[in-house]
């Protein structure tokens, strides 16, 4: 199971430490834009995608439970905490990310559960 190798990785991204987080990565990792949808490639795409969505939000993702999956992926329940830029919480949920991890490296994450639910702020 790659549990240290990936709450480092968390922790790494909380703390905005993209280069450590890219380097975790596989040249041609296939990762998904939770934010606007689709899917990003390589680590230029990721960085690209990660600078844009900080600009606009401030997310924080903290593991709480992992798993292997019937396909061999590592599958992360995470507390997901996105807020404005003012420090307003946007999203607050749990969600499921499945990892393919070769040769120490991340290949590719997929988000089981929606990211980006009805805002709690679109209560009006």
């Known amino acids: ?3 240290e ?8 991204f909380n703390a905005r430490e993209i280069d450590s987080v890219l380097a975790a990565m596989h040249p041609d990792v296939d990762w998904p834009n939770g934010m606007e949808g689709g899917r990003v490639h390589g680590r230029r795409g ?3 995608y990660w600078t844009r969505q900080w600009s606009m939000v ?3 993702v903290d593991p709480v439970h992992f798993e292997e999956d019937a396909l061999g992926r590592v599958v992360t329940e995470v507390h997901q905490v996105v807020r404005n830029l003012e420090g307003g919480i946007l999203v607050d949920q749990m969600v499921r990310h499945a990892y393919v991890i070769e040769g120490g490296l991340i290949k590719s994450m997929e988000i ?5 639910p009805t805002p709690i702020s679109s209560q009006k």
């Open 1 to 3: 199971m790659q549990d």
């Open 5 to 12: 190798f990936l709450r480092a990785i968390y922790k790494a």
């Open 46 to 48: 990721v960085r690209e």
């Open 58 to 60: 401030n997310p924080r």
């Open 112 to 116: 089981l559960e929606s990211a980006m």
